[in-house]
């Protein structure tokens, strides 16, 4: 069973860092693409940041470019979100997920529970 857990968050001000981790299990984690979505209160569910399997190719939407950095550790399991010069807009609920490399939520099957950031102006 994949399991994928995220921790890091929590509640800044604007202008701060935070770095979010995604612990996966139950999966051959080298062999996935890794995404970074998030959900803003009332907002659909957004692609900010995708790595494919070995770290070559990245994509990020507009909105995060210079400011957030996606990361992935396959010897640990591990994706990391480093979020830099965060603003109140980017207040959301953050998932993890696995699947293959693409900004749709459809091309990822398994999906972490998520972590709640919230910045403050």
């Known amino acids: 069973q994949v399991h994928l857990v995220e921790s890091g968050g929590g509640l800044v001000h604007a202008g701060a860092s935070l770095r979010l981790s995604c612990a996966a299990s139950?999966?051959?984690?080298?062999?996935?693409?890794m995404g970074w979505f998030r959900q803003a209160t009332g907002q659909v569910r957004e692609c900010v940041a995708v790595?494919?399997?070995?770290?070559?190719?990245?994509y990020y939407t507009d909105s995060v470019k210079g400011r957030f950095t996606i990361s992935r550790d396959n010897a640990k399991n591990t994706v990391y979100l480093q979020m830099d010069t965060l603003k109140p807009e980017d207040t959301a609920v953050y998932y993890c997920?696995?699947?293959?490399?693409?900004?749709?939520?459809?091309?990822?099957?398994?999906w972490g529970q998520g972590t709640q950031v919230t910045v403050s102006s």
């Open positions: 997920a696995a699947g293959a490399f693409g900004k749709d939520a459809s091309n990822f099957g398994a």
């Open positions: 139950g999966l051959t984690f080298g062999s996935y693409a």
């Open positions: 790595i494919d399997w070995n770290g070559a190719s990245t």
